[in-house]
């Protein structure tokens, strides 16, 4: 059986042999990534200490180089993976003016946020991709 996730579709941002970072292609949330564990895990029980810190150290990196760069209003972290069989984390920047807030960015949309908006956070992409593998290198 094919996995998604074993075969990303896109190039992974950082990767190392117990994780992978992935930038998200989705036009209404420039940012959006998703933190993902290499091996099939389902649960966050299911890994040892050692692994557990390591996976929510690059969720919170992940978190702070969003922060730091595209100055959200919020961030959203989820863990669904509910037909997925590896643990993985979205970081989601999110914006009083994005489509859904302040729903989930899974439920209907109640707007349509601003093209040069969207462009303008698109525009901070690269930085955020160059923020993020300095932080997954060297670790505060």
Do not use: Q
Request: aromatic share 6%.
């Amino acid at each position: 059986m094919s996995c998604e996730l074993c075969e990303l579709a896109v190039e992974p941002i950082w990767r190392d042999d117990k994780l992978s970072i992935i930038l998200v292609d989705d036009a209404a949330y420039p940012g959006f990534c998703r933190v993902i564990w290499n091996d099939h895990v389902k649960e966050m029980t299911d890994l040892a200490p050692s692994d557990r810190l390591l996976l929510t150290d690059a969720v919170w990196h992940v978190e702070l180089a969003l922060r730091d760069l595209m100055k959200p209003d919020k961030i959203n972290v989820a863990s669904l993976g509910n037909m997925t069989p590896h643990l993985h984390w979205h970081v989601i920047p999110r914006y009083a003016d994005d489509a859904h807030f302040p729903n989930p960015v899974w439920t209907v949309a109640v707007r349509a946020t601003d093209e040069t908006t969207l462009a303008e956070r698109r525009a901070l992409l690269p930085k955020l991709v160059d923020d993020i593998v300095r932080r997954m290198e060297k670790p505060a």
